[in-house]
């Protein structure tokens, strides 16, 4: 059995919520008890609308939070008190939402890419950038464009190659897509599974979009309001759901046949949005 690369083990994140006075009146659970883990080389997907906890989970990982509770453990090892060394950011590295924004516009794409590469001498610098390059199919030319001579696609590619760029062993995708158009979507999850499977990455892809999901994640898990209602093996969780919650979601999934459209589990609409933070304290305290 291929031992985890990457586990979590009942995380929680907890932000206190406070009177106009500045009195703590309880807090909001943002991630709460959340454990799973992803076996090197594996590609395990965590699903769930907006405030549901996938991107504080992101940022504990990176480091960018600290766990409430709980713990992350990278190759069996705890991540705190490591996730700001530059070992641990050479093994972890993320790929964000909008590369319109994670590229910085005054950078040619080479020198973006070049950031983790300081330590190399200018000629294996220029070469490493080059092999990035190849690597997200793109041209070795396009290192001296800038990020607004690009396609959103193609940024998302300029993206990978930059997190590729110190080898890690584990990419966090924080819906690496969404911000892209559906014919180039698919193209990115291609070039991410080819990647994969080339380099041996393991991965974690944050989406809520169930349909990339199911043709890319080995594993999913489903998180609702801070909690992991559900998680299993991608085949199974699509089709035998076992919470509401994840009928609820693989319902608003569109189809694209009738047959398809037979063997969505029929779940009843819910109106309404995620609660707020002061109705979540107020339903915890009647």
């Known amino acids: 059995m291929t031992r985890p690369l990457l586990e979590a083990v009942n995380l929680a ?28 080389g594996g590609i395990y997907g ?18 960018l939070t600290t766990p409430t509770s709980g713990a992350l453990l990278l190759g069996g090892r705890d991540i705190a008190g490591q996730a700001g060394r530059r070992a641990y950011r050479s093994k972890v590295q993320m790929v964000f939402q909008n590369p319109g924004s994670s590229l910085n516009p005054r950078r040619s794409i080479g020198q973006s890419i070049a950031v983790p590469l300081s330590g190399l001498s200018r000629r294996a610098r220029a070469a490493r950038i080059d092999e990035l390059l190849g690597m997200v199919q793109l041209p070795a030319s ?5 990020p607004h001579e690009l396609s ?48 041996n990455l393991t991965f974690l892809f944050i989406s809520h979009d169930l349909s990339l999901m199911r043709n890319f994640a080995e594993e999913v898990g489903v998180l609702y309001l801070g909690k992991l209602v559900e998680t299993g093996p991608t085949a199974e969780v699509f089709a035998r759901p076992r919470h509401a919650y994840t009928r609820l979601l693989l319902a608003s999934v569109p189809v694209i046949s009738d047959e398809e459209a037979a063997l969505r589990p029929q779940v009843p609409l819910i109106d309404g949005e995620m609660p707020t933070a002061e109705q979540l304290i107020a339903m915890e305290q009647r």
């Open 46 to 63: 965590l699903a769930g609308e907006s405030g549901s906890g996938k991107s504080t989970i992101a940022r504990m990982i990176m480091g």
């Open 142 to 146: 396009y290192a001296r464009r800038y």
């Open 13 to 40: 994140k907890h932000y206190p919520v406070k009177s106009p006075l500045g009195f703590k009146t309880g807090a909001v659970r943002a991630v709460d008890g959340v454990s799973f883990s992803i076996p090197e």
């Open 152 to 199: 959103g696609g193609q940024r998302q590619r300029v993206a990978i190659a930059r997190a590729l760029a110190c080898a890690p062993r584990l990419l966090v995708l924080d819906e690496p897509t969404s911000a892209l158009d559906v014919s180039v979507q698919a193209k990115i999850i291609d070039l991410l599974t080819e990647l994969g499977r080339e380099l």
